[in-house]
């Protein structure tokens, strides 16, 4: 039992003694008139509520036996505590899932390793797609564009008012994300609204100087979305949409074309706003961004996964047309640089140049959000190089992106989509990982050296030390790449 500022929660006790407190709503549910609002304060109940169970995940698109089917509940701005058995001013960390802001859930990822090291972990929901990052020109709301982003800083309020329930310190909370959820923290970083509400923060796999999407596309892409769904007039679109079934407003847009861009995804965070004002790279530059320790990297093939879901094994033929399509009069730059033939597949030589360009994902851009960000605060840089097992007949993914996250926890929810289990010497790794990120969260120091120009930390079951970045993603080519197409 424990009591919280909006009440009593009666949580659960798991066979290796964490407490577990599931479902517990951190704003009121972005309903009717809230929808398209920023979050408002949660309600107060009387007696106990019963945390002994997850909640529904923000509404999103799922897959049945009978094909895609629209899943969860706009009531979902909820989250999930794991704590010590007996803790006493713990270090708090809040995670943010991945899922392109379009799916995931807090109440996917089982913590308990970590927490058995002695931290609490917090997993929230926000709002996603449409419901979470819609800009209409109509809109007034501070927060319009950004929902999704307003939630997560309405979670770091609720823990700064309830850690000490849980028996952790407010003062020392690490704001965590994967893939999206990391995207999430890099524009935490540079919005004045979340300034205070951690004091750390950690980056898996998200370039955190890649650009959001700018407020003038939102609207133009928002405004098209209005249209599209019956409701064109400017002067009532907003109450149009609110109309609609949420049913209505999930999965649009989504589609499985593969992205070069963080600003070709469908649905991102925007700037230009008054949550994130400016792009993150030019906020670092100027000074503008929260000034705290950050451990950020990537994993060695980032855009495998992506390459290989969307289109497996291609021919040279159609390796040409797709760099022709996604990099137009520099396709033969690229071309000339990543031949087809010198890769075991153009397939892998697609991966490889998009993962080493990384402006959705990879390693140059991730280089540059280093050197940035150093300035002013101490940066822990690493890639992960450990590739998944390999299993028979099926696409050599490497180490792609997400790949590192069993290392850190286990699935809630396991199914047949579960990559292979780890090894021995892979959950050997996994204990290492989750000591040093243990020892980030306790101290603001993973216990290995601050980044230096270029060169990170790479690891793997072979092999943990060092590795130059720029030399082996060819970052100069990217630089002379990005300057031919400004």
């Given amino acids: ?21 599931e479902n517990i709503p951190y704003a009121a549910p972005p309903t009717g008139p809230l929808r398209w609002s920023a979050p408002r304060p949660a309600r107060a109940w009387s007696g106990v509520r019963d945390a002994t169970q997850p909640g529904p995940s923000c509404p999103q698109v799922g897959w049945s036996a009978d094909g895609p089917t629209v899943n969860g509940s706009e009531d979902c701005l909820t989250v999930n505590v794991w704590a010590p058995a007996e803790a006493t001013a713990a270090p708090v960390l809040l995670f943010l899932h991945g899922g392109g802001f379009t799916g995931g859930a807090g109440s996917l990822y089982d913590p308990s390793e970590l927490v058995a090291r002695g931290n609490i972990v917090v997993t929230a929901n926000y709002r996603l797609g449409a419901l979470g990052f819609l800009r209409h020109p109509a809109m007034r709301d501070p927060a319009a564009g950004n929902f999704g982003l307003a939630d997560q800083q309405q979670a770091l309020r609720w823990i700064q008012r309830n850690a000490k329930a849980f028996g952790g310190d407010p003062r020392r909370v ?43 596309t939102a609207e133009t892409r928002a405004t098209k979305t209005a249209t599209d769904l019956g409701c064109p ?3 009532t679109a907003v109450a149009c949409l609110r109309a609609k079934p949420f049913q209505q407003l ?26 994130v004002p400016l792009q993150p790279r030019p906020a670092h530059r100027l000074g503008l961004a929260a000034a705290v320790p950050v451990l950020q990297g990537g994993t060695k093939d980032e855009m495998r996964s992506f390459v290989g879901s969307r289109y497996g094994d291609i021919t040279a033929e159609q390796y040409r047309q797709i760099l022709g399509d996604l ?41 540059r959000a280093n050197d940035l960000m150093r300035r002013r605060a101490p940066v822990y840089a690493y890639e992960f190089a450990e590739p998944r097992t390999p299993q028979p007949g099926e696409f050599p993914y490497g180490a792609h992106h997400g790949v590192e996250t069993p290392y850190f926890f286990a699935s809630t929810n396991p199914g047949p989509w579960e990559p292979p289990p780890l090894t021995p010497a892979q959950r050997e790794l996994s204990g290492r990982l989750l000591d040093q990120w243990s020892a980030f969260a306790h101290t603001g120091d993973p216990g290995w050296a601050p980044y230096r120009r270029d060169v990170v930390r790479s690891i793997s079951v072979a092999s943990t030390g060092p590795v130059d970045l720029r030399s082996t993603h060819r970052c100069d080519f990217w630089d002379q790449v990005s300057a031919a197409l400004m």
Avoid: H
Avoid at 250 to 275: N, Q, S
Avoid at 328 to 348: E, H, N, W
């Fill in 1 to 21: 039992m424990v009591r919280i500022d909006t009440g009593q929660l009666q949580g659960r006790t798991t066979s290796t003694g964490v407490r577990v407190f």
């Fill in 174 to 216: 690490t704001l965590w994300g994967e893939s999206a959820g990391a995207f999430s923290v890099c524009a935490q970083l540079v919005s004045p609204s979340a300034r205070g509400l951690f004091a750390q923060a950690i980056v898996q796999s998200a370039p955190c100087t890649n650009n959001l999407l700018p407020a003038r």
């Fill in 233 to 235: 007039d400017p002067r």
């Fill in 250 to 275: 999930t999965g649009l847009a989504e589609d499985d074309t593969l992205d070069r861009l963080t600003t070709d995804r469908p649905w991102l965070p925007v700037t230009g706003t008054a949550l």
């Fill in 327 to 367: 990099y137009g009069g520099a396709a033969a730059k690229v071309l000339a640089a990543y031949p087809a033939a010198a890769y075991p597949t153009p397939s892998l030589a697609l991966a490889q140049l998009l993962t080493d360009e990384g402006l959705l994902l990879g390693a140059c851009s991730q280089l």
